[in-house]
């Protein structure tokens, strides 16, 4: 298994510029997951999907889109780039095997970005 | 403002020496998370701690969740340089549509052992 695979790992934009970050499991995991890092912030939660086709926002949603299709992919969409998403983004997947709600939250290895 | 406030934000240590890292939580804690991040990379699940009073080891670290289940505790014994990295607690939020996994993270704490 791959895990969570995050791309770009690195990416700099203009103001005003769209772009994809990707985001693919392979886990067969129903939670998927974006936040992200800030020095002296910890991570955030941007936005989160329970399963395909269903999606919600987090603590910091405004600026960001995502879709989820199918079951692997959850891409996270800037529509118009600004520099206060200059950023660390990452991933994370989980799963609700046996009914349990507290399991291991699996992370890609992020996509710097920054926004000029 | 941030629901989980770690101590210390950073932490300098001598090779060799033990030391301990706080999570505290105005709200209880339901599925806490400690997880380890190298400089650059991504997140190393360590342990989850989901009952008051639990404490669950893992080599020369062990985590503790308290009785109120309010304050968490990583304690890591003779630190080597490989223990490098910063420390994060994460805790499951609850009011996301009772969606389980979905994580508020503290602020984190920089650790650095010298040789």
């Known amino acids: 298994n791959a895990g969570v695979t995050q791309t770009p790992k690195f990416q700099v934009l203009k103001t005003g510029q769209s772009m994809t970050l990707q985001c693919a499991q392979d886990?067969?995991?129903?939670?998927m997951s974006w936040y992200r890092q800030d020095p002296g912030m910890g991570l955030r939660l941007i936005h989160y999907s329970v399963g395909a086709g269903i999606t919600d926002q987090g603590e910091v949603p405004n600026g960001y889109n995502v879709s989820r299709s199918t079951t692997e992919d959850f891409p996270l969409r800037l529509l118009s780039a600004a520099p206060s998403q200059t950023s660390v983004y990452f991933c994370?997947?989980?799963?609700?095997?046996?009914?349990?709600?507290?399991?291991?939250?699996?992370f890609g290895p992020g996509t710097r970005l920054t926004v000029l | 403002s941030q629901e989980l406030e770690q101590s210390p934000q950073s932490l300098i240590v001598q090779e060799g020496k033990n030391l301990t890292i706080n999570c505290t939580s105005s709200?209880?804690?339901?599925?806490l998370y400690w997880y380890k991040q190298k400089y650059g990379e991504g997140l190393i699940f360590l342990m989850m701690l989901q009952k008051g009073g639990e404490e669950k080891s893992h080599e020369k670290i062990t985590a503790k969740l308290d009785e109120k289940k309010q304050q968490s505790s990583l304690h890591i014994t003779a630190s080597q340089p490989s223990h490098a990295g910063i420390y994060l607690c994460?805790?499951?939020?609850?009011?996301?549509?009772?969606?389980?996994?979905?994580?508020?993270f503290g602020g984190g704490t920089r650790l650095m052992v010298k040789p």
């Open positions: 994460g805790a499951d939020k609850q009011n996301y549509n009772n969606a389980g996994n979905m994580l508020t």
């Open positions: 709200k209880t804690l339901y599925g």
């Open positions: 994370a997947s989980s799963s609700t095997s046996g009914g349990h709600p507290y399991n291991e939250q699996f």
């Open positions: 886990m067969n995991h129903e939670y």
